[in-house]
């Protein structure tokens, strides 16, 4: 069975500080997709990052960074700096055929 | 250029109507997708389209059709609303999908209450 499991409901931090959003996957196929999206309160779904299960390499993209870890079937989502803006609800999913597999998602508020 | 582009935005109707929601793409991509998203944020596949053609009907109850008339529409008719209706839809595109690694798009949503 495939499921994608975000244990971290709602996290609340103060602008500037660092935050990681953990996501934990399963999956029994060899080669699989991993996904975050961001919704921000206007309710919209932002792609933020594809990453493939052969290329464990971390991403960095300006203030948001991605550490995917296949031996602890993990893929988390950290912002360095937080801002306001970065308050939303973000969703890790899991590529399947003919669909995603979504996590529950984690609001994250970044308090001025 | 909007790419996914959804109507209505807002959807507001008593229970037992029934209601259509339209969903376009000019991206150029032959699979489609409709998502619920419920009160909790929780996001869940209800159909895939590939070229026009249904591949995926996940356990969803038959008072809501789906129709593709062309590979860039995918629209959703809902039959007897129910209060349980009411929830966030969500369009949804991808390059000819295979073994989900394709990106998928999604338009803005449709905010469906039903009375």
């Known amino acids: 069975a495939q499921k994608v499991t975000q244990a971290q409901t709602e996290i609340s931090v103060v602008e500037k500080e660092d935050v990681t959003l953990d996501c934990v996957y399963e999956t029994r196929d060899t080669t699989y997709y991993l996904f975050w999206y961001k919704q921000p309160p206007s309710g919209e779904l932002v792609f933020l990052i594809r990453?493939?299960?052969?290329?464990?390499q971390n991403e960095i993209s300006g203030r948001y960074s991605w550490n995917f870890q296949k031996s602890t079937s993990s893929f988390n989502f950290t912002i360095t700096a937080s801002q306001v803006v970065d308050s939303a609800v973000y969703f890790c999913?899991?590529?399947?055929?003919?669909?995603?597999?979504f996590g529950t998602g984690t609001r994250l508020k970044v308090l001025a | 250029d909007t790419a996914v582009s959804q109507t209505p935005k807002y959807l507001v109707t008593q229970m037992g109507n029934d209601k259509s929601i339209k969903c376009e793409q000019n991206l150029g991509h032959d699979t489609m997708y409709w998502y619920k998203q419920d009160s909790k944020k929780f996001l869940k596949i209800m159909f895939s389209?590939?070229?026009?053609?249904?591949?995926i009907n996940e356990t969803v109850p038959n008072r809501f059709s789906p129709k593709s008339p062309d590979k860039a529409h995918l629209n959703l008719h809902i039959n007897s609303l129910e209060l349980g209706d009411s929830a966030v839809y969500f369009c949804?595109?991808?390059?000819?999908?295979?073994?989900?690694?394709?990106?998928?798009?999604f338009g803005p949503g449709t905010r469906l209450l039903v009375l």
């Open positions: 949804a595109s991808s390059i000819q999908e295979g073994q989900g690694e394709e990106t998928q798009y």
């Open positions: 999913a899991l590529g399947g055929t003919y669909k995603y597999i």
């Open positions: 990453r493939n299960s052969f290329d464990e």
């Open positions: 389209y590939n070229n026009k053609e249904l591949i």
